[in-house]
């Protein structure tokens, strides 16, 4: 057993990270660093038909953008490099050569027409579809003349038959499983580069990985990776397999049709790599108490592996939420300053950003996202539309609506627009002399300077408006309220 905690993700770059990986990660990351051990970042890109440009840089920013970092990756070295299995070639055809020089592993030369074709036949008679073992007895002559002529060859795992195949995972158990019922896996591909199920026992095993946290998906996939580890006689890590995210309504795998579901999308959305950390925290492992709110640091100390679920948790986006405002509320005026300008930069033509200074500390008790606090303040800095249907739910009485416009154009004619207080006395003064109703009175004025029904405090954007806009607006919504 290897001493030293090391943990490992291993991310194929074949897209966008999912948000459960970053779970996995977080997890991986928390196990290593709470045991003063190593996390390690490996780039499983033996499947190059599936490789997408710009994924393995994608990847390590999103892991960097959620906060998280590693000991050793092809960006930070280490001493069990290179990180990359495209890399690693050499290495693995030498232990590869170790499995055929123990009858561990034999080639085949079938076509792939011939593949098909026997799978069909099994299909049809109901079996498993599996390899036939029909290049399994081929002399050493044979082979070699074969590889002389240049045939394409694949090289497969020799199942051990009859065999019950056992492993203790940390989260299901006891598994078990019967070599009969699997296949003679193909572990080097006809281009001599290795399948997952070969690089990875050679990898997590060469990279002294301790414990290997990972995904559900593949836990079907373990009983072959223990038996590699038992013909190379390997001591095999700890397996912990992670449950699956559901969608909030109990029914399956979390989906993107109920939302993003790529680890960068949730950035993009404005949501903080704080929230989104303490959220992951609590999809899949609980601290035994009531506590929900976790720094990064408080979640290494109390992490374990005896506290993960067993049971797939809810993806629920609105537990989400209320991490992203609390963690938001936090923030200084200038930290929450910072992290929403390049969101208003994004989204609108021009911003001035004095004002958004002003405004940025009004929008922070009131936003549940970075991008939410943009569709909350856009209007000071640019053209407004009215959607008057909307507005009619909100404004009943339009000649009512229309008198209190005209009133407050009339008195923010005369007034001077410097202070916000000054704005507020003479509106308040206003709403009082004519008796109008509070509510009447600032939803009308609220929605002809916004267009909305919810906003910031109002007279506090005022004078960011300015005085000649504010009016402006005032009448253009008492044009529209007479059509
Ligand atoms: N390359 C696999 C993936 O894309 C890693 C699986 C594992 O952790 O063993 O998730």
Redesign the pocket.
């Known amino acids: 057993m290897n001493t030293r905690v090391r943990t490992r ?4 770059p074949t897209g966008a990270y999912h948000i459960g ?1 970053m779970r996995t990660c977080l997890y991986n990351y928390a196990l290593a660093r709470k045991n003063g051990g190593d996390f390690i970042v490996r780039i ?1 890109d033996t499947d190059q038909k599936r490789y997408v440009s710009g994924a393995i840089e994608g990847i390590l920013a999103d892991i960097r953008d959620y906060g998280l970092d590693w000991d050793e990756g092809i960006d930070v070295g280490g001493d069990f490099g290179p990180y990359k299995q495209t890399e690693r070639l050499e290495i693995y055809k030498k232990y590869i050569g170790e499995l055929l020089d123990k009858g561990y592993a034999y080639y085949c030369f079938c076509s792939q027409e011939r593949l098909d074709k026997i799978r069909e036949i099994q299909k049809k008679n109901k079996q498993i579809p599996k390899y036939d073992r029909h290049c399994l007895n081929l002399t050493k002559e044979e082979i070699e003349t074969k590889i002389k002529a240049g045939q394409p060859y694949v090289i497969r795992m020799k199942m051990p038959e009859n065999e019950i195949v056992e492993f203790n995972d940390l989260v299901r158990g006891t598994i078990k499983i019967n070599t009969n019922d699997l296949d003679d896996q193909v572990l080097i591909k006809s281009d001599g580069i290795p399948t ?1 199920h070969f690089a ?1 026992v050679v990898d997590d095993h060469l990279m002294k990985i301790s414990h ?1 946290l ?2 559900e998906e ?1 836990i079907s996939s373990t009983p072959k990776q223990i038996l590699l580890y038992k013909f190379f006689g390997w001591n095999v890590p700890v397996f912990c397999h992670l449950t699956v995210f559901l969608d909030p309504d109990g029914r399956g795998k979390m989906s993107k049709r109920k939302g993003s579901v790529s680890a960068r999308s949730f950035l993009d959305e404005g949501y903080l790599s704080e929230a989104l950390l303490n959220f992951l925290m609590l999809l899949g492992w609980n601290p035994g108490t009531d506590k929900e709110i976790f720094s990064l640091e408080e979640f290494v100390k109390e992490f374990s592996l005896e506290r993960l679920h067993k049971k797939s948790p809810i993806f629920d986006r609105k537990k989400l939420d209320y991490f992203n405002s609390y963690y938001i509320r936090l923030k200084t005026d200038n930290q929450f300053f910072d992290l929403v300008k390049p969101f208003f930069k994004k989204e609108l033509a021009e911003v001035d950003v004095k004002k958004l200074k002003v405004l940025a500390p009004l929008l922070r008790d009131r936003t549940v996202t970075l991008k939410q606090a943009v569709e909350l303040g856009r209007f000071v800095f640019e053209e407004i539309e009215y959607d008057l249907d909307a507005i009619e739910t909100k404004i009943k009485d339009k000649n009512l609506a229309r008198q209190i416009l005209s009133d407050i154009i009339v008195v923010l004619k005369k007034n001077d627009f410097e202070s916000q207080t000054m704005i507020q006395d003479v509106l308040i003064k206003l709403a009082e002399a004519k008796n109008y109703n509070k509510g009447d009175f600032f939803m009308a004025l609220r929605i002809g300077l916004s267009g909305n029904s919810v906003t910031p405090p109002i007279v506090e954007c005022m004078p960011l408006i300015g005085k000649e806009t504010c009016i402006d607006r005032l009448k253009r919504l008492i044009k529209e309220l007479k059509e």
């Open positions: 993700i291993a991310p194929s990986h499983e997952y990875v290997v990972r995904g593949w």
